[in-house]
């Protein structure tokens, strides 16, 4: 194929006939295909300058016509994308090692084989006639009216007269939208205002706020929803579909009838910060100072006793925060697999710890904060843990607040590191009732049921919250439950027993979290909360220091901050031997879409095209109820992951997650945020900082 190209007309060679360009500038004059072909090779083409950037830049190019091709030329990356009767072709670098379809041009496959995954990162065409809302502002920039934007989604026009809409006022009655027809593949705004509108536009009687929704109905039935919460439409932004519109909401910049455009991931970062939490008053948004003193003596008693009964014995502490002073509060070891190994000649400021205000003076807290969690990680940061921990909260799962601290010992030098909140009564009275109960799942146990005793449960699961409302009889008869009711008895009680729909975002976010540590994994990491008003069980997520493929290291995460030689030190890009080495799984061939880099030198890798045409990204492995990801045998996962409606449910949920956390960048602004809380510190050093986030970053990706 050569190119010959002016500003208005572009023409091109292809094998011995040359094809004029019909229309230089409009992507709406396409000749000599139907307009359902039209609306696919564009949806398409869309979905490739979304999947690879690196590939199709600058995005949004025109589409053209040369007689029966329908084309899109990149002069960033000077790669053309083209359809014609159903094939898609290229040329250009990108496609150098594709097979050849005479005259340079380069065979791609058929645009069938990639109907699933355009549809999956929702820019799917709906067959016959369908609308959807596309965005929505809230709070205009300058002070304007708010507004949103519907599409024509389908394949047929549709009259926006025969739909009604409504915002998330209950009582607001259904408002039918003016009598426009709307083309396929078009927008129009429609302002949300009981004011004036501009001359020749369009407006419903009621306004948008902070945390509001828009509801399309047709014929008194719901069609579309789009719903945002506080923060997720701030002023001078939109909600809406992103990458494509059948996509999920997420942070935009405002686009008013033209496709939607990401906001930045710094822009995405800033709003998250408003939303991240605290440990007591200790805000996530700072590096808190953390410095202890206690008697020497003591400590070398504490750590004896631990290395020869596993007790963990309690030492009283001077304890500073932020300037303020604490005396006779109470310090115990922290932790199972990250205190292996622990010697007397380990750095105490690497060693993780419970810290309690109340435990030796009655009613002594930190501003209303009775304990914290000073946390192990086998990293320098522990970003991978507190990225973990705030995407699990974003999925509506029950978990805990994180903060970076500057942490000494004795006078020692300060080390970087994460406290959380620990699940206590507190904790339980913040995230779920103070009438519950909450039980830990113990590294020494399981979910077996070992009868009706008690006594049988200990060193199983303890009792950390709720002791007044609620003894372990509960829970044994829930144990009892999963583990001998048959699977019909299964079937139909658990979900009067379980929260299975937290659950299953619970199992889903294991997986995207790549947390093989979890309810299944060999520490057994979990808490539930009983209530007793529904008589059921939630999970709770603990222990997320493994998050993001970090490894553990022999003896467990190092809690004293040595390595065995051959392992590299925190955060230095080195990993175990045998361990699979930067982050998430690929498929081994071709970069992750959307990630750095473009492909490999020399085009897309030989032997054909990849099956389904361009490239996707590697996923992770999935659960089959025998083990899970962890490797684990925990029955409940099990017998969960076992059913095929509860499985379905599952993956139904981690689709809908890998949309809302990781293709809504909302997991890239968490990591940027923390990287920057990280950095401020002053205790990471630029390299070790950037290779943690290099590990982590290609999840999101």
Do not use: C
Not at 546 to 572: K, V
Request: glycine share 12%.
């Amino acid at each position: 194929m050569k190119i010959i190209d002016s500003r208005y007309r572009l023409k091109v060679a292809i094998s011995a006939t040359v094809l004029t360009v019909i229309a230089a500038g409009s992507s709406a004059a396409v000749l000599a295909q139907s307009e359902e072909e039209t609306l696919r090779a564009n949806a398409l083409f869309n979905w490739a300058e979304y999947a690879y950037p690196q590939l199709f830049y600058p995005s949004g190019a025109t589409t053209v016509v040369m007689s029966e091709y329908m084309v899109r030329h990149y002069s960033g990356s000077e790669n053309y994308l083209g359809v014609k009767q159903g094939t898609v072709y290229g040329y250009g670098p990108a496609f150098s090692q594709m097979p050849d379809a005479g005259g340079d041009i380069r065979y791609v496959g058929k645009v069938e084989e990639f109907a699933d995954v355009v549809s999956a990162d929702g820019f799917g065409i709906s067959n016959g006639k369908a609308l959807r809302i596309s965005e929505a502002v809230a709070k205009d920039a300058d002070g304007g009216p708010d507004w949103f934007e519907l599409y024509a989604s389908g394949l047929v026009p549709v009259l926006l007269s025969d739909y009604q809409v409504r915002d998330g006022a209950d009582d607001r009655e259904l408002i039918t939208l003016p009598a426009v027809t709307l083309n396929p593949g078009e927008y129009i705004v429609i302002f949300a205002t009981e004011g004036e509108v501009p001359v020749g536009q369009y407006s419903v009687p009621f306004k948008l706020s902070s945390n509001d929704r828009v509801q399309l109905y047709l014929a008194g039935e719901i069609l579309d929803d789009l719903d945002w919460d506080d923060g997720e439409a701030p002023q001078g932004y939109s909600f809406g579909r992103y990458p494509g519109p059948q996509s999920a909401g997420r942070l935009l910049l405002p686009t008013p009838g033209n496709m939607n455009k990401a906001a930045p991931i710094e822009d995405v970062a800033g709003v998250l910060a408003s939303k991240l939490g605290a440990v007591g008053t200790m805000s996530s948004l700072e590096v808190h100072a953390i410095s202890v003193n206690f008697d020497e003596t003591d400590y070398v008693t504490m750590i004896n006793n631990y290395l020869s009964s596993s007790e963990k014995t309690w030492i009283e502490a001077d304890v500073e925060i932020d300037g303020t002073l604490y005396t006779q509060v109470g310090m115990r070891l922290k932790g199972n697999s990250s205190l292996r190994g622990i010697t007397l000649e380990d750095n105490p400021a690497t060693t993780p710890w419970l810290i309690k205000f109340d435990k030796f003076i009655d009613g002594q807290d930190h501003n209303g904060l009775e304990e914290f969690v000073i946390r192990s990680n086998a990293s320098a940061t522990a970003i991978n843990e507190a990225v973990a921990l705030d995407l699990m909260q974003l999925a509506g799962l029950p978990s805990q607040d994180a903060i970076e601290t500057s942490f000494s010992v004795n006078g020692g030098a300060a080390v970087l590191r994460l406290a959380i909140e620990h699940p206590d009564d507190e904790w339980m009275k913040k995230n779920f009732s103070s009438t519950g109960a909450l039980y830990k799942a113990e590294s020494t146990g399981n979910y077996s049921y070992r009868g009706d005793d008690p006594l049988a449960y200990e060193n199983v699961f303890d009792q950390e919250a709720g002791k007044a409302n609620a003894d372990l009889s509960p829970l044994i008869d829930f144990l009892k439950f999963i583990n001998e009711a048959d699977d019909a008895a299964f079937k139909a009680g658990l979900a009067n027993r379980l929260d299975v729909d937290s659950f299953a975002i619970y199992l889903a976010m294991q997986d995207l979290l790549d947390n093989f540590d979890d309810i299944d994994g060999p520490g057994n990491n979990s808490y539930l909360y009983y209530s007793p008003e529904a008589d059921q069980f939630t999970i709770v997520p603990w222990d997320y220091n493994l998050a993001f493929g970090q490894q553990m290291l022999p003896g467990g995460a190092p809690g004293n901050g040595e390595f065995p030689d051959g392992w590299g030190g925190p955060g230095d890009g080195a990993v175990p031997p045998g361990a699979p080495a930067g982050g998430p799984p690929v498929d081994g061939a071709v970069p992750p879409r959307g990630g750095p880099g473009g492909l490999p030198t020399g085009g897309l890798p030989t032997g054909g095209v990849p099956p389904g045409g361009f490239p996707t990204d590697g996923e992770f492995p999935p659960r089959d109820g025998a083990g899970g990801f962890g490797g684990g045998s925990n029955i409940l996962a099990q017998r969960f992951l076992a059913d095929a409606e509860w499985n379905a449910l599952y993956v139904e949920k981690q689709t809908e997650l890998r949309s809302s956390l990781y293709a809504s960048d909302q997991a890239s602004g968490l990591l940027l945020l923390w990287e920057h809380i990280v950095r401020s510190s002053g205790l990471v050093e630029e390299a070790v900082l950037s290779s943690e986030i290099q590990r982590i970053s290609p999840y999101f990706e």
